[in-house]
């Protein structure tokens, strides 16, 4: 858009302008393109702006409609989203280190198992290896009923395990 205005001082050099509408150069070179800004050249080869267009695009970027969608609203969103992905960081370290003590846990619950599996191999070994009755070593209730039903003994380890499971849960 140009045209030619009556009197100079309705002009404003593109630096004056953009100080007006409180905007860079680069800012006001896309308001003149867009046409917000009516652009005139001049006489000595220099681009100037219309104060009446400068004036009216001041207004309209000071609408409040426009600036209700702008930096207050932006800054909050922001805010928002901050504290959500913080809220996300805590409940990922909390899972993980939730995960990292029931993977302790089976770890010692299997170092248990296996344990138990080689107290009760021992304890087979030492009655196959003993001699007859009168010379055995006294056995414990509990491991001479273990040793006389292996299914009895498996389901021991597993109620062991279970149970230890299911207190861990």
Known sequence: MSGQPRRDDDLLTAGEA??????????LDR????????RVAGADGKTYVTRQSALACQRARQNPVRRRIQAPDAVALLEAVERLVQALREEREATLTALAEREAA???LAAAHAELRLLRNAARLQLSAAPPDSARAPVDVVDAELLAEPAAAAAADDELGQGAVAELA
């Not at 953009?18 to 800012?27: D, F, I």
Request: proline share 0%; hydrophobic share 45%; glycine share 10%.
């Open 31 to 38: 308001l003149m393109a867009r046409g917000e800004v009516e």
């Open 18 to 27: 953009a100080e007006l509408l409180g905007v860079s150069r680069r800012t």
């Open 106 to 108: 089976r770890v010692e």
